[in-house]
Nanobody
């Protein structure tokens, strides 16, 4: 059974940092694109970043230069390093591979 489990969310002040983790089982994070998405209250889910099997990465405009996606093949885990967080980054963050989604982890940016 393929599973993706997110962790690392929490409450952080504006300008702060968090690292989210997406641990995979039943699949290998290096064999297909793994993406991070987020859904803010009252809004549609939106794509944030992705890492390709080659290791190349892509980012949505609002997070480019603030967020970094990385992959640890030995741990079969993908990370999202988030810096310079803003209140508008508040959302539930999900990771995805093909048709599998995790349950999400809540990030709240507030003073």
């Amino acid at each position: 059974q393929v599973q993706l489990v997110e962790s690392g969310g929490g409450l952080v002040q504006p300008g702060g940092s968090l690292r989210l983790s997406c641990a995979a089982s039943g699949t290998t994070v290096s064999t297909n694109i793994v993406g991070w998405y987020r859904q803010a209250p009252g809004k549609q889910r939106e794509w944030v970043a992705q890492v390709r099997p080659s290791g190349s990465t892509d980012y949505a405009g609002p997070v480019k230069d603030r967020f970094t996606i990385s992959r640890d093949d030995a741990k079969n885990t993908v990370y999202l390093h988030m810096n310079s967080l803003k209140p508008e980054d508040t959302a539930v963050y999900y990771c995805n591979q093909r048709d599998t989604w995790g349950k999400g982890t809540l990030v709240t940016v507030s003073s």
